[in-house]
Structures are given as C-alpha cells and as structure tokens.
C-alpha cells in the first residue's frame, strides 16, 4: 500500500514539472528580448550571447532565421519538458527532504481544497 502511495505522489509530482517545463518554454519564447544567437557558429554563440550555452548545442534547441527561440518547435517543448521532469525526479529521488516536503505541501494543498469545498456545501443556501 505504501508503494502505491509513493507512486501517486510521484506521479503527481512529474504532472507538476510538466507543466512547469511548459511554462518555462513558454516564458523562454515570449519573454525573450534579445536573439539567443547571433551567428551561424555556435562556439562564437556561446562566447558572446548570454542566451545560447553548451546545453542548446548538445540537446540541439531549434531557432528562428532571427536568432529567437523558436515557441511553435516541438523538439524545444520536448526537451524543456524532460529536462524539468529528469531534474525534478532525479531531486526528488535524491533527496528524501524534497520529496517528503513535496508530499507534505501536497496533503496540504488537498486538505484546503476539500476543507473549502465542504466550507463552501455548508453556507450554501438552496432555495
């Protein structure tokens, strides 16, 4: 029973790094002022631009004809999705702090959820 349970908090938790990877795909393509690459060279990319590092070039993170991180590119939700997810887990499977924190602020998130819905049932009025 107590292996379901760790399986449930660890799925929930990989449901919450997907969409933190999603949000941090997002903010990186919308939220981006300057171009992250400015040559067609990417060692002299990774010199002079503050947004383009060695993880781009080895995951192989596409751009646009501007030098801008590409938001409709599949390959760079996939990759920020399962560099959040890989990080996550591996923290959370590292650490027994992180996870036991991560299942406290859960049970916590569940019981003012329930605790407000049945708040809410009680001052309902019917008629």
């Given at each position: 029973?107590?292996?379901?349970?760790?399986?449930?908090?660890?799925?929930?938790?990989?449901?919450?790094?997907?969409?933190?990877?999603?949000?941090?795909?997002?903010?990186?393509?919308?939220?981006?002022?300057?171009?992250?690459?400015?040559?067609?060279?990417?060692?002299?990319?990774?010199?002079i631009s503050d947004g383009y590092d060695a993880d781009d070039w080895l995951f192989g993170t596409e751009y646009d004809e501007a030098g801008f991180y590409k938001l409709d590119?599949?390959?760079?939700?996939?990759?920020?999705?399962?560099?959040?997810?890989?990080?996550?887990?591996?923290?959370?499977?590292?650490?027994?702090?992180?996870?036991?924190?991560?299942?406290?602020?859960?049970?916590?998130?569940?019981?003012?959820?329930?605790?407000?819905?049945?708040?809410?049932?009680?001052?309902?009025?019917?008629?």
């Open positions: 029973m107590q292996t379901v349970i760790g399986l449930w908090y660890y799925l929930l938790a990989g449901m919450c790094f997907v969409l933190f990877g999603t949000v941090a795909h997002v903010s990186r393509a919308v939220f981006n002022v300057y171009p992250d690459r400015l040559s067609d060279k990417p060692l002299m990319d990774m010199a590119s599949g390959r760079n939700l996939k990759i920020a999705v399962l560099s959040t997810l890989a990080l996550g887990w591996g923290a959370m499977l590292l650490s027994t702090e992180i996870a036991l924190a991560f299942v406290t602020a859960a049970d916590a998130l569940f019981a003012w959820v329930g605790g407000l819905f049945v708040q809410r049932l009680a001052e309902a009025s019917w008629w």
